[in-house]
């Protein structure tokens, strides 16, 4: 028996280019058709968002996105009450017996370039739910944070509805190498701005993929919403 679901959601991933928002989708998904091009690391800015430290490249080569790339899939609950997510091309993988309750996501992944902020606020529209992903190793990366919380306000404004925010202090792995700045650094940094509201925010490795599990599980969680 095949089960069909009925409600559609949208989460877009919100961040400075270079922060791991593909290599998030990568991490979760595997390999898939990206629009995305080859970062050239020698010409790389230390200056700015454009930020990645070299040293520390867990990647020998690096892409980055320059317009947009979507993923659908099926986010589920079994009756065992295990989490799973699959590509919704991969459906047939599922075991739609044991499935307790699901949701079809479609993951959005702009580009972060600073020269493609447009595209940000494109992709935001109609988000149920939006991540924010920071590179934990770059101040001014969570610094950004904050205009991404302002955008999906206006996106709330507009719509008229809540649109919960899970931020993800991302590239955890580095802490060991000492140049992981943190959870509660990016705290201070966000709530010297956002006064009046707390903040769902988790230290996150796209090379950890465990790091993403209690992540998601809210997610689920916020899309029964
Ligand atoms: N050490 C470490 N490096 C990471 C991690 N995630 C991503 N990276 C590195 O960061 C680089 C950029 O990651 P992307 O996923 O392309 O970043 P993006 O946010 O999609 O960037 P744009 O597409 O330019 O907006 C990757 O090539 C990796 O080298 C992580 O969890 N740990
Ligand atoms: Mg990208």
């Known amino acids: 028996m095949l089960m069909v679901p009925t409600q559609m959601k949208k989460i877009t991933i919100l961040g400075t280019t270079g922060s791991g928002k593909t290599t998030f989708l990568e991490a979760l998904f595997g390999d898939f058709k990206k629009n995305d091009v080859k970062r050239d690391l020698s010409k790389e ?129 580095l802490k060991e190498k000492g140049v992981y700045l943190g959870k509660s650094i990016a705290e201070q940094i966000v709530y010297s701005s956002i006064l009046d509201e707390k903040l769902l925010i988790y230290e996150t490795s796209n090379l950890k993929k465990e790091t993403y599990t209690e992540p998601l599980r809210i997610i689920f969680n916020y899309l029964a919403y």
């Open 45 to 173: 800015k230390s200056s700015n968002c454009d930020f990645i430290p070299l040293k520390n490249n867990a990647f020998k080569e690096s892409t980055t996105t320059i317009s947009l790339n979507v993923i659908n899939s099926l986010l589920y609950l079994t009756t065992f009450n295990q989490l799973g997510l699959e590509k919704f091309e991969n459906r047939d993988n599922i075991d739609f017996e044991n499935v307790e309750e699901i949701y079809q996501v479609v993951f959005n992944d702009p580009a972060g370039q600073e020269r493609f902020d447009f595209m940000q606020e494109i992709a935001v529209r109609g988000a149920n739910l939006v991540i924010i992903m920071a590179d934990g190793t770059n101040i001014s990366s969570l610094e950004k944070v904050v205009h991404y919380i302002s955008l999906v306000k206006i996106e709330e404004n507009l719509s008229k509805k809540k649109i919960p925010i899970i931020i993800f202090i991302n590239k955890s792995d």
